[in-house]
C-alpha cells in the first residue's frame, strides 16, 4: 500500500502525509489509543487461552510459524509411514546411541526402546541411499560404526537381541572409508589449538562488514568456513538448516533486497548467504526453535572462521514480517516448513573503509553468577 501511495500523490502531499502522521502520533487521541492497546495486551497475557483468543482472533502474527511447523511435522510423520526412512530420526536416534555408551557409568541396556526403529530406519537408507537427499556416506558410516559398537557392548536382552540379528543382516555401507572408527572417544586435551588471548583478539577483530572489496570471493575459501559451520553443536545432530550461496551479481542484488538493513551499501555485497532453517526435522512442536538455535550457532562458527581466511561478513536480521517471508519463500523457492533465520553478506574487507564500535554490554550486566531461583 505504501508503494501504491507513493506512485500516486506527488511528494508535496506526501509530506503533509508525513506531517498529519506526526501529529497524530503526538496527539492524546494516539496516546489514548496506545494505552488501550496496552490495556488490553495486559489481559490477554494473563492466561494462557487468554493468550491464544488473542493470537487468534486479533493478529495473526504467529500463523505462517503455525503453519510452517504442522508442514513440517506431516513431511517427517509421512516420510515414517511411507518408507520409514526419515534421516533427521536417525540421526537423533544414533546421537541418543552415543551419548549411551559415553555414559558413566554405562548401563548394560539402554535404547531399548527407540533401538529396533534405528535399526529399520538404517537398513532402508543403506540399502537404497537414494530414499533419502542427506544420506552421506559419511553419516551412514557413522551410524554403522555406533550401532555395531552399541551391540557388541550392551547385555543380551530380547529387543536388544532381535534388534542385532536385524542389524547384522544389513548390509555395510558402500565405498567403506578408511581411518578410525566413528564413534565416542577421548579428547586429545594437551592440544591446543590457540590460546584464549589468539581467540580474544579474533572475536575482537571480528566486526560486522558493510563494505567490501568489488573481486570475487573463491568458492573453496567459502567451502572451507561452511566446513567448520558443519562442526557446531547441534541438538540431537540433527543440524536443521541449510546455507543458500549466492555469488552471481544478479542473483546477489535480488537476494540482498530481502533483509532490511541493507539499504545503502548492498550494491557492493560480493556474496550473500541464506541461513534457512528446515522443521520436518522434528516430531514435535517442542522442537521449533531449534532451527533458530542450532542455525545460529553454525552461522557464528562460519562468521569466525571466514575472519581466519581474510575474509569478513555482515549479518542482516530477519524480523518475522508477512509480506517479507512471502517474497523470500518465492525468491529463494522455499517450501513451506522451511523458514529464513537471517543472511550475511560476505567478501573481502574494504580495507579503507569503517567499522562501527559497536560498544558492547558490560561484563557484570549481561553475566549473573547463582541468581535467586524457586526451587520446586
Known amino acids: 500500500m505504501k508503494t501504491l501511495v507513493k506512485s500516486i500523490l506527488p511528494e508535496s502531499q506526501l ?4 506531517d498529519a502522521r506526526l501529529r497524530y502520533r503526538s496527539s492524546g487521541a494516539a496516546r489514548l489509543a496506545s494505552s488501550a ?3 488490553g495486551l495486559k489481559i490477554a497475557s494473563q492466561a494462557k487461552p487468554l493468550a491464544s483468543a488473542y493470537y ?5 502474527r504467529f500463523q505462517r510459524e503455525e503453519r510452517a511447523v504442522l508442514l513440517g511435522r506431516a513431511k517427517y510423520h509421512a516420510e515414517l509411514q511411507e518408507n520409514d526412512a526419515n534421516i533427521f530420526l536417525m540421526r537423533r536416534n544414533v546421537h541418543r546411541i552415543e551419548k549411551g555408551l559415553l555414559m558413566q557409568p554405562r548401563r548394560p541396556v539402554f535404547a531399548k526402546d527407540y533401538i529396533l526403529e534405528t535399526v529399520n530406519v538404517y537398513r532402508k537408507l543403506v540399502a537404497e541411499p537414494s530414499r533419502s537427499e542427506e544420506s552421506t556416506v559419511e553419516s551412514l558410516h557413522w ?4 550401532l555395531n559398537t552399541y551391540f557388541g557392548a550392551v547385555a543380551p536382552d530380547p529387543v536388544l537381541d532381535l ?8 548390509p555395510v555401507p558402500k565405498d567403506t572409508c578408511t581411518g578410525s572408527e566413528r564413534v565416542p572417544y577421548k579428547r586429545n586435551l594437551d592440544e591446543k589449538p590457540v590460546s584464549f588471548e589468539q581467540f580474544e583478539r579474533l572475536a575482537v577483530l571480528r566486526r560486522s562488514v558493510r563494505w567490501f572489496e568489488q573481486k570475487p570471493v573463491p568458492r573453496e575459501l567459502l567451502d572451507k568456513a561452511f566446513t567448520v559451520a558443519g562442526l557446531s553443536p547441534s541438538a540431537c545432530n540433527r543440524q536443521p538448516f541449510r546455507f543458500l550461496v549466492f555469488d552471481d551479481p544478479e542473483t546477489v542484488s535480488t537476494v540482498a533486497s530481502l533483509p532490511g538493513g541493507t539499504a545503502g551499501f548492498k550494491h557492493n555485497i560480493p556474496v550473500i548467504v541464506a ?5 520436518d526435522a522434528f516430531y514435535s512442536e517442542r522442537d521449533r526453535h531449534v532451527i533458530y538455535i542450532d542455525g545460529s550457532l553454525a552461522a557464528m562458527s562460519f562468521n569466525y572462521a571466514l575472519e581466519t ?18 517474497r523470500a519463500e518465492k525468491v529463494l523457492g522455499l517450501e513451506g516448513y522451511e523458514r529464513p533465520i537471517f543472511f550475511m553478506g560476505v567478501g573481502y574487507p574494504d580495507p579503507n573503509a569503517m567499522v ?10 549481561m553475566r549473573q553468577y547463582n541468581p535467586p531461583i524457586n526451587p520446586e
Open 15 to 18: 509530506d503533509r502525509l508525513r
Open 275 to 279: 541461513i534457512v532453517g528446515t522443521l
Open 37 to 39: 492497546h496496552t490495556s
Open 309 to 326: 581466511l581474510g575474509l569478513s561478513s555482515c549479518i542482516f536480521n530477519w524480523p518475522d514480517v508477512e509480506k517479507n517471508e512471502k
Open 356 to 365: 562501527a564500535y559497536s560498544q558492547k554490554r558490560p561484563l557484570d550486566v
Open 56 to 60: 487468534s482472533l486479533l493478529s495473526w
Open 143 to 146: 551410524a554403522y560404526d555406533v
Open 163 to 170: 534388534a542385532r540379528e536385524a542389524f547384522e543382516k544389513c
